[in-house]
């Protein structure tokens, strides 16, 4: 009887660890899933440089645009509530205080999600006669980007590439160890599973 008793507490102890090592694993691998669809910049038409920014999107997209990779810059989530053509907002100014000028910078006042972005990309790339885009944002959006424009664009010719910015707080395995990149992947996971509810 004890003998026996033994083998079913060694058993459970057994899957127990089992559990725990691949709930850790799988823990320890949401950042690389998150960031994973991240891919290296090549040659488009325009640079969409995605709202919710602190300023690390618009400095890569401006880096982007000044290595050659676009003509053309697309900035997306600003309220047009606020927005005045004749009083650039900040991320504008950003831009041209790095010398672009500001005939080359677009602005998307309509979005206010990242499924808003997509939609309302698609036809602003159609009405310019852009053909390929490179979406700047920062690594834990990547899932959720790939996902939500890879839907919108299903019926679209257009083609687009995920480019993500280099934040100091970004480690896609150590990512837990930093209250910012923490409280990121923790928004993303809730985002990707609402999306996946409401827009797939």
Known sequence: MMKTLLQLLK????????????????????????????????KADVIIVLGGDDGLRINRGAELYKAGYARHLLLTGIDRKYYR???????????????????VIDVDTLSKTTWDEARNTRKIMKEKGWGSALIVSDPPHMLRLHN?????????????????????????????????????VMSEIRKNVFYAVMYY
């Open 148 to 184: 939500t424009w890879s839907r919108a664009f299903r019926e679209s010719p257009a083609t687009f590439v995920l480019v993500a910015t280099n934040p100091e707080w970004w480690h896609p395995l150590l990512w837990w160890r930093n209250e910012t990149s923490y409280k990121f």
């Open 85 to 103: 053509p004749d009083r650039p907002d900040w991320r504008e100014r950003r831009l041209m205080e790095k010398g672009i000028s500001r005939k």
């Open 11 to 42: 058993s459970t102890l057994v899957i127990l660890l089992l559990f725990c090592g691949i709930g850790g694993a799988v823990f320890l691998g949401l950042g690389l899933l998150l960031s994973f669809h991240a891919d290296k910049p090549e």
